[in-house]
């Protein structure tokens, strides 16, 4: 999925001579913290709301320090570049721009983790598991083939670092079972170290254990 797919045109972009109060009444309709601001069809800054409060809001947001060069993305980028964007400047929307410069809208933050959720399967029923793996050792063609050893099926996958002196790292699974018992022991006999396990049954247990906890304690 690229940039193009998720640009949204109906989020108002701001002008050079709009001002601070103009800029917050679109945050509020549009439940953003940030919007671009737009001249003679190309991007030239960015506004936030924190910005906004710090200065006079009757002022052009274009005079407002720190709201030029702004970070954006262009339209064929991957959803997995404009994310790493995103939680690099840690804004609410982000401005894409064409191979030209020229302004086209602006990804959301709401929009971009719905997506990515339906993009990489994270929406679909099943099961997460993360291992603990050494860096030299890991192999995703091993993990999968022993997944699937046991009729599971590797939906998404995600390498995270653990702390940069180690040489390990973890490994985030999703597959399209709930029930994981074979595949965790199997895993386990292949000395995977499983670190966390996350199904929707665990979460009912939990649920439940929680309402007994709490009937018990009201009929004291």
Same mark, same amino acid.
């Given at each position: 999925?690229?940039?193009?797919?998720?640009?949204?045109?109906?989020?108002?972009?701001?002008?050079?001579?709009?001002?601070?109060?103009?800029?917050?009444?679109?945050?509020?309709?549009?439940?953003?913290?940030?919007?671009?601001?737009?001249?003679?069809?190309?991007?030239?800054?960015?506004?936030?709301?924190?910005?906004?409060?710090?200065?006079?809001?009757?002022?052009?947001?274009?005079?407002?320090?720190?709201?030029?060069?702004?970070?954006?993305?262009?339209?064929?980028?991957?959803?997995?570049?404009? #994310?790493?964007?995103?939680?690099?400047? $840690?804004?609410?929307?982000?401005?894409?721009?064409?191979?030209?410069?020229?302004?086209?809208?602006?990804?959301?933050?709401?929009?971009?983790?719905?997506?990515?959720?339906?993009?990489?399967? #994270?929406?679909?029923?099943?099961?997460?598991?993360?291992?603990?793996? /050494?860096?030299?050792?890991?192999?995703?063609?091993?993990?999968?083939?022993?997944?699937?050893?046991?009729?599971?099926?590797?939906?998404?996958?995600?390498?995270?670092?653990?702390?940069?002196?180690? $040489?390990?790292?973890?490994?985030?699974?999703?597959?399209?079972?709930?029930?994981?018992?074979?595949?965790?022991?199997? #895993?386990?006999?292949?000395?995977?170290?499983?670190?966390?396990?996350?199904?929707?049954? &665990?979460?009912?247990?939990? #649920?439940? &254990?929680?309402?007994?906890?709490?009937?018990?304690?009201? /009929?004291?």
């Amino acid at each position: 999925m690229y940039a193009s797919e998720i640009v949204s045109i109906d989020i108002p972009a701001l002008g050079v001579r709009s001002t601070g109060e103009d800029a917050l009444n679109i945050m509020e309709e549009y439940m953003v913290r940030h919007l671009p601001i737009i001249e003679n069809g190309e991007v030239v800054g960015l506004v936030s709301e924190e910005m906004i409060l710090d200065n006079d809001p009757a002022a052009w947001v274009s005079t407002y320090q720190g709201s030029d060069r702004p970070a954006i993305v262009h339209n064929e980028d991957h959803i997995l570049e404009v #994310l790493g964007m995103v939680a690099k400047t $840690n804004n609410s929307c982000i401005p894409v721009t064409d191979n030209k410069n020229k302004y086209l809208g602006v990804i959301t933050l709401q929009t971009l983790i719905l997506k990515f959720a339906s993009e990489f399967s #994270l929406d679909e029923p099943g099961a997460i598991l993360v291992l603990e793996v /050494n860096k030299v050792d890991y192999s995703l063609t091993e993990i999968s083939r022993i997944i699937e050893s046991e009729k599971g099926v590797i939906l998404a996958c995600f390498v995270s670092k653990q702390h940069p002196d180690t $040489n390990q790292c973890l490994i985030t699974l999703k597959v399209n079972v709930q029930d994981i018992q074979f595949i965790k022991a199997t #895993l386990e006999r292949f000395n995977y170290s499983i670190v966390a396990t996350f199904t929707d049954a &665990e979460l009912i247990d939990t #649920l439940a &254990e929680r309402y007994d906890a709490l009937m018990h304690y009201l /009929n004291m």
